[in-house]
């Protein structure tokens, strides 16, 4: 009889769980076994059964085994962050390297511009120059122009301030001209009626007096 091919998924059934970790697990130890033996390798192997019971096999010293295992570790980490760190290193001379050639086009395309070093420059490199020179000052051009427009706004604005302000101090002047002007007439006319009422006119209201004539 052909026995089926297990399919790899948990056990439902709680008593073959048990009974298929009992067989694996000693396959397991029996595997184990024979790979120290016939390859004369250092084998460390532990197991805890679904209810927590230890079981394990160590062709040597499980402690030993443990650490050499935990220094391998510590030697492989090391080895991988020194490899990363490397891969970072070079990266960032690459990117280094990327950058200083921009910057030598750059300062070369600077010194054409202030018109220096054109001594290997061909005809059409010139003419390309020239292009981007008239280019670059036509730009500037229209930046100047436009800065000169806000200028004359800014201005403009200011005067229509300034016109307001003289008008509005030109209308304060005017009242206290006329209040001072008012209050001058004022006072003259109040001088005037007072001196007026104090002269003697000579006139007499009422019965004439007698005057004693001298014999």
């Known amino acids: 009889m052909v026995r089926g091919k297990?399919?790899?998924?948990r056990i439902e059934n709680a008593t073959s769980r048990q009974v298929t970790?009992?067989?694996r697990r000693n396959g397991l130890l029996?595997?184990?076994?024979?790979?120290?033996?016939?390859?004369?390798?250092?084998?460390?192997?532990i197991?805890?059964?679904?209810?927590?019971?230890?079981c394990?096999?160590?062709?040597?010293?499980?402690?030993?085994?443990?650490?050499?295992?935990?220094?391998?570790?510590?030697?492989?980490?090391?080895?991988?962050?020194?490899?990363?760190?490397?891969?970072?290193?070079?990266?960032?001379r690459q990117e280094a390297e990327i950058m200083g050639n921009k910057i030598k086009v750059l300062e070369l395309s600077k010194r054409?511009?202030?018109?220096?070093?054109?001594?290997?420059?061909?005809?059409?490199?010139?003419?390309?120059?020239?292009?981007?020179?008239?280019?670059?000052?036509?730009?500037?051009?229209a930046r100047k122009m436009h800065d000169y427009s806000e200028q004359i706004e800014e201005l403009r604005a200011k005067e229509k301030l300034l016109a307001s302000q003289n008008?509005?101090?030109?209308?304060?002047?005017?009242?206290?001209?006329?209040?001072?002007?008012?209050e001058r007439r004022a006072n003259f006319q109040t001088l005037n009626f007072g001196e007026s009422s104090d002269v003697d006119t000579g006139l007499f209201?009422?019965?004439?007096?007698?005057?004693n004539q001298t014999r």
Do not use: W
């Open 6 to 9: 297990a399919q790899m998924r």
């Open 21 to 23: 970790f009992s067989k």
């Open 30 to 45: 029996k595997k184990a076994f024979e790979l120290s033996v016939l390859c004369d390798a250092q084998v460390a192997l």
């Open 47 to 54: 197991v805890f059964s679904p209810r927590g019971k230890l």
């Open 56 to 92: 394990e096999f160590a062709s040597s010293s499980m402690e030993e085994t443990i650490e050499r295992y935990r220094n391998q570790v510590k030697e492989v980490q090391t080895e991988n962050s020194a490899t990363v760190e490397d891969v970072q290193l070079q990266n960032l």
């Open 112 to 141: 054409k511009l202030l018109g220096e070093g054109l001594g290997s420059s061909t005809i059409e490199e010139l003419q390309e120059l020239e292009h981007q020179l008239e280019r670059s000052l036509c730009i500037i051009r």
């Open 167 to 182: 008008a509005m101090l030109n209308g304060k002047c005017l009242v206290q001209t006329k209040e001072t002007t008012d």
């Open 205 to 211: 209201i009422g019965l004439p007096v007698k005057k």
